[in-house]
């Protein structure tokens, strides 16, 4: 890892824009010389402490977001699939026992933590199915390839304070760099952290980077 810029991903699997952010980091792993580190965080508690609203509440943004989301999905091959009512599905879900089932997953076994957090965005995103219940989110660990006992032992860990801290240390964290929203890509570069939010400025790390 000599050299390598260190770029941290904080990410909330109710957020769409998440997901395309964290696809293209994969890729960009491969190609340049980052290490990049996944960063599970609850996004309710970024938007509570920042006093930020959803951007779906202002009707024209709603609007827009439709069409973007859609559009960037096309572009980055990412199956997100978005329509208007979707904006209501996220109001009424709590993605705080999935963050915390990923985070204990971090915790325990963290070659999981890549494909889980994937599955949980097709679920949520591409199958329109719920991810907040005990029983779905097993469902999602089983297709991110996690045992039967693996996945009922991680499911215990989230009412641990062990795994409630840690989700929230790690949300400080991204507060602290000055997150407002998901996904907050922090990159470690010249000795200091550069903060870039959302999606669509990948191309600007890549270039403050040196890439």
Sequence with gaps: AMGRTVVELFYDVISPYSWLGFEVLCRYQHIWNIELRFRPAFLGG???Q?????PAM??????????DIKRMAKYYQVPVNISGDDFQRIFRTSSLAAMRFITATDMTQP????????????????QHEDISQPENI????????????????????????KVKDRLKETTDEA????A???????????GEPHLFFGSDRLELLGSVIGE
Excluded at 50 to 54: A, E, I, L, Q
Excluded at 111 to 126: G, K, T
Excluded at 146 to 158: A, D, F, G, R
Excluded at 180 to 190: C, D, L, T
């Design 175 to 178: 507060l602290k760099y000055g």
């Design 180 to 190: 407002f929203g998901m996904p907050a890509v922090v990159a470690h570069h010249n």
């Design 111 to 126: 070659q999981y933590l890549e494909p889980l957090s994937r599955e949980f965005w097709i679920r949520f995103w591409s």
């Design 58 to 67: 202002l009707p024209k943004r709603a609007e827009y977001l439709l069409k």
């Design 46 to 48: 970024i938007m509570q």
């Design 138 to 161: 097993l469902t999602v660990a089983k297709q991110a390839g996690l045992s039967s006992e693996l996945s009922q032992k991680v499911l215990e860990m989230i009412s641990s304070p």
């Design 50 to 54: 920042t006093g930020n609203k959803p």
